[in-house]
């Protein structure tokens, strides 16, 4: 084990094995929390991260310094993540960042967007023929020293090659040296963060005994979910609805072992959203299947398969009855398809998108306001979430043999 000895600004500091990642958040005053959510509640002198995967995080971009201080030789540690490119696969995404970390993740990046600590313009959507479009999401978190592009194909073809609708990468760099670090598996990325940000909308907005979970569209989104929002609500029942009605069944049944939880196939989605507490739309429709007839007092309800403006999962009865919340406020005015329809429609105004999820858990912004309220969170996807998922799994990419380090 080598010592790495880093200068900075503020003094001499020592980590072990060349630990040196990027900053992940600006410093809280330690007693002053600023942060329900406990594991980021306070941002003193240790990074964020550190807390979070249990790593030590050195001050950014000296990690060049650290680079030539030590020998030539590979170093068996989380300084090699720096000096070649990461290449993680869906294996070995899984076995670096836990759906747990990637929700406390996803929370704290809600609440940088939503502050103003992330740069990141609307996605651009190119259309390359019939079934297939190109999605490009760039961005960039300054406080923790990583800019970043999701490249992603959306085709409707593959799945009937056996592959996933969305497929790509994430590119993540250094922000100083323009590095190249790490290349990630878009649908594995993609799939941990979009569940994870359901249940951080979850956990701020529903109600704390909701315990009935409906799943309507039993594809890759499913089975992370039911893990995500399980984690954070007390699921007892999960009710599954698929248009092959085959999916739902399958997933039911490899969700045996969970005997914890009873897990049903409805005959319709109104059967389903009418025994649920909380409702996760994963669907690829372009039409609605939710409707606002359906819903009862008191649910929460997660919009997640359109992340453009011409597909939506609802009709306009159901945004006109929620209290509604999105990932991005000026996205959601541009892209989010059941929102924009309804102020198309006239059901509502802008003015009844009442907020940003990241100003609901900063404070900012009212959540539920009582047991008998519907409420809503419309996921697009964020690049933000992408970017610090991404980080994670290159500081612990070191710990994995799946991942691949290509010279660059």
């Known amino acids: 084990m080598n010592f790495v000895k880093i200068w900075s600004s503020w003094g001499a500091i020592f980590w072990s094995a060349g630990g040196v990642w990027g900053s992940a958040a600006t410093a809280l005053a330690p007693n002053k929390p600023q942060n329900s ?16 995967i249990g790593t ?16 030539d030789q590979a170093c068996e540690g989380p300084g ?20 747990a970390d990637a929700i406390t993740l996803v929370d704290a990046a809600m609440r940088d967007l939503s502050s103003g600590r992330v740069i990141s313009p609307q996605r651009t959507v190119m259309n390359v023929n019939p079934a297939t479009r190109l ?48 290349a990630l598996d878009t649908h594995a990325l993609t799939r941990l963060r979009t569940a994870a940000a359901s249940a951080v909308a979850t956990r701020i907005l529903a109600r704390p005994d909701a315990g009935t979970l409906a799943v309507i569209g039993c594809g890759d989104l499913a089975a992370p979910h039911i893990e995500a929002i399980s984690t954070v609500r007390p699921i007892r029942r999960v009710v599954l609805w698929s248009r092959t009605r085959e999916n739902a069944q399958k997933l039911a049944e490899a969700r045996r072992p969970f005997r914890t939880q009873e897990t049903s196939v409805a005959g319709d989605i109104e059967e389903a959203v009418q025994q649920a507490d909380i409702v996760c739309t994963l669907t690829a429709s372009s039409t609605p299947v939710l409707l606002g007839a359906w819903l009862k007092p008191g649910q929460h309800i997660n919009l997640v398969g359109s992340s453009l403006r011409a597909p939506r999962e609802a009709d306009d009865e159901v945004v006109a009855r929620g209290y509604f919340i999105a990932d991005q406020r000026e996205h959601a005015l541009s892209q989010a398809g059941e929102f924009c329809h309804a102020v198309d429609e006239g059901k509502v105004t802008q003015d009844h998108l009442k907020g940003e999820i990241g100003e609901v858990l900063l404070g900012r912004v009212p959540g539920r306001a009582d047991n008998s309220q519907i409420t809503i969170y419309k996921s697009l996807g964020h690049v933000a979430q992408d970017i610090c998922v991404a980080e994670a799994a290159l500081s612990r990419a070191y710990k994995s043999d799946k991942v691949v380090a290509a010279e660059w």
């Open 56 to 71: 030590p995080v050195a001050p950014r971009l000296n990690w060049r310094i650290a680079k030539d201080d030590r020998p």
């Open 80 to 99: 090699d993540t720096l000096s070649k490119l990461q290449i993680i696969n869906a294996v070995a995404l899984e076995t670096l960042v836990s759906m």
């Open 37 to 52: 959510n406990p594991a980021i509640a306070r941002r003193p002198a240790v990074n964020f991260l550190s807390q979070i």
């Open 135 to 182: 999605g490009l999401m760039p961005g960039a978190m300054p406080d923790l020293g990583r800019f970043g592009l999701k490249v992603v194909s959306l085709s409707s073809d593959a799945p009937k090659y056996g592959l996933p609708s969305h497929q790509g990468l994430m590119l993540l760099f250094d922000d100083v040296t323009g590095r190249p670090l790490a």
